[in-house]
């Protein structure tokens, strides 16, 4: 849509800022017009500015069939909250029954329009149909929820003309919004909501916040409609793994229609009286989980409370937030660690800006040179980590607070090949290690309950290839897998699940979704947020590229990392987007810090990892 507009849909062209087929176009917070300068054309997908607003023309008289289509589709991109001027366009019972929140259709390309005429066909007649067509990249369904889509699109739209009036409406059409790229990325906009989760880590003594992102309309009340899509409970494909404390029934008080914070950047939310009779650690709880996901796109929001009728449930500072709940990647790491020579585990200072700066080698008989090592993960708590041995058949564990010796290995593979054995282990939050065998034949998925005992095997159904990469969230409930199959190797991203068979504990990998659908060959991953992973790939045919992207396959707002060649291994910190992104590539151990450029760390290092 947009410039994207295809063949048929000729536009009525945009009349400096006020007029064109988009509208109206209002900008907030403007003192005055400007009354000198160049008079210049406003392009039809404008910056996403959110101070600026656009919004749609309404059918001109006598307008012909292709100008009410080409003005309808353009009344879909516009920010009138309840599609109004779009219902315009339409007849009033095609206006009664046209659903636009059922699902939002993404085309590589505005829609095109072919006229669909018979050659017997006469001019005059009362009746034209067209067919919308185009390339499907994505859908978002009705409960915001984002996917990757591929493959064609084609759907009829029916025109006729009104006996009485003579002006040509749309009877017929496809439920739903459908609109090209560029309009979605300015139309819309990516916000995590937050649940907790079920399985909570041993011992803690706060639930897990998750997050669970959807997409809203980024100029059409985004606080509101984000506390009523965090008020409608999780997305479907998280729904088995989270919880809310929300009573079930909970909605906004009736007759609200907006919500802003106050002066005080306190945010006020008055519920129905299904939320009336919680109590005050619930509450804080509920509170929690608004404050969460409101600051996750009003940073500015200080403060939530909440009312039922006339009477105040609780109140929640944001400095009080993490005595109540604790973010999945709350917690800031206090070093980044790397093998150094391919023998030993090494540190620094997780914040240490001084590239010069001597690693020093960890506590425990990781750290002691006893071992030829190929990769590493170091536990949350940063007091143990494993290690894989040089050709992948062994993996070990050890205390990074003791001086205990190594031991025997905690699991052996006995894959043919040192690409055929274990990949590089992962903790999660409850303490539990993950780590991949590659044997051929006995290719499997394994957690390690705290890193020891018999390893239990991880159901994985729907997971189609042998998996190269392991990496759990922080909040437990997700884990990203590179699965190879063929010459392909994808990301996927699998929701956790654990339960109990007989008395013993079961953990599945269920409903295996794509991260990045557009990279054919993924060479490395990391979390690098909530909801977000950075990862190194390749496109069909293309060269080696680094990117964010989001759990559910969408890209992430801002800017990619600088590029860097011949990359390895990547790690980034969960918790703080101030921590550099740290790789492994052909120059050695390198860092990117926020807004700068790749630096040289070491040269002989490699296996770089935050805890996780």
């Known amino acids: ?73 353009e009344a879909l991109t516009s920010d009138d909250p309840d599609y109004s001027t779009a219902r315009q366009y339409l007849t009033g019972t095609a206006s009664r029954t046209w659903q636009p929140e059922l699902s939002t259709t993404v085309l590589a390309d505005g829609p095109g329009t072919a006229t669909n005429r018979r050659s017997d066909a006469r001019d005059d007649s009362d009746e034209l149909s067209y067919t919308l067509n185009g390339t499907r990249v994505a859908r978002v369904d009705t409960q915001q929820s984002y996917a990757p889509d591929s493959g064609p699109y084609a759907a009829l739209v029916h ?55 959807v997409f809203v309309r980024r100029r059409v009340d985004p606080v509101t409609e984000m506390v009523r899509s965090l008020l409608s409970g999780p997305t479907r494909w998280l729904d088995q793994a989270v919880r809310t404390s929300f009573p079930t029934g909970s909605a906004l008080q009736k ?41 996750n796109f009003a940073p500015a929001v200080e403060q939530v409370s909440l009312r039922s009728g006339s009477r105040r449930l609780c109140s929640l500072r944001e400095d009080r937030s993490g005595d109540v709940a604790a973010r999945g990647s709350a917690q800031t790491p206090a070093f980044l660690y790397f093998v150094e020579n391919k023998t030993r585990l090494v540190r620094i200072a997780a914040g240490n800006r001084n590239t010069k700066a001597d690693p020093v080698p960890v506590p425990g008989p990781l750290g002691d040179n006893a071992k030829q ?47 055929d054995r274990l990949t590089a282990p992962s903790w999660d939050a409850q303490g539990d290690l993950w780590v991949a065998d590659r044997d051929p034949d006995n290719a499997r998925l394994l957690v390690l309950q705290h890193g020891a005992g018999e390893p239990l095997e991880v159901k994985t159904p729907g997971l ?70 950075v990862v190194v790939g390749r496109e069909h045919g293309g060269v080696q590229t680094m990117r964010y992207v989001q759990v559910d396959g969408s890209t992430p707002e801002g800017p990619a990392p600088a590029a ?49």
């Open 564 to 612: 860097l060649t011949g990359v390895k291994e990547i790690t980034a910190a969960e918790s703080d987007d101030g921590l550099p992104l740290v790789a492994y590539s052909e120059d050695g151990i390198v860092r990117l810090p926020s807004g700068g450029q790749w630096q040289k760390l070491v040269t002989d290092g490699s296996a770089p990892v935050y805890p996780g």
């Open 159 to 213: 025109l006729v003309k009104d006996k009485k009036s003579q002006q040509w409406r749309i009877d017929r059409l496809p439920q739903g919004v459908v609109m090209g790229k560029s309009d979605f990325q300015r139309n819309y906009m990516s916000v995590n909501k937050y649940f907790f989760a079920v399985d909570t880590a041993a011992g803690a003594t706060h639930p897990t916040a998750v997050a669970d992102p």
């Open 255 to 295: 007759g609200v229609a907006s919500l802003a914070p106050d002066d005080q950047n306190t945010l006020t939310v008055p519920l129905n009286k299904n939320a009336a009779r919680v109590g005050p650690d619930r509450c804080n709880e509920m509170a929690a989980q608004l404050l969460f996901t409101v600051q």
């Open 373 to 419: 090592l190929r990769s590493v993960a170091v536990s949350r708590d940063e007091r143990t980590a494993a290690a894989v041995g040089a050709d992948g058949s062994r993996l070990y564990v050890a205390s990074l607070v003791s001086d205990d010796p190594l031991g025997s290995p905690a699991l052996t593979s006995h894959g043919p090949t040192s690409e």
């Open 464 to 533: 189609d290839g042998r998996i190269e990469d392991v990496r759990v969230a922080a909040d437990g409930v997700r884990v990203a897998l590179v699965v190879a199959k063929g010459s392909k190797k994808s990301l996927v991203i699998g929701r956790i699940e654990r339960g109990t068979d007989g008395g013993k504990p079961t953990v599945s990998v269920l409903e295996p979704r794509p991260a990045a659908p557009e990279l054919e060959d993924v060479t490395a991953m990391s979390w690098a947020g909530d909801s977000r992973l």
């Open 1 to 73: 849509m947009g410039a994207d507009r295809e063949e048929g849909a000729q536009r009525r062209p945009l009349r400096a800022l006020a007029y064109g087929a988009l509208g109206v176009v209002v900008l907030a917070g403007c003192a005055s017009m400007p009354d000198n300068g160049d008079l210049r054309g406003v392009d039809s997908t404008p910056q996403q500015d959110t101070q600026v607003r656009v919004f749609a023309m309404p059918p001109q008289e006598n307008a012909q069939p292709q100008e009410i289509v080409s003005g309808f589709l």
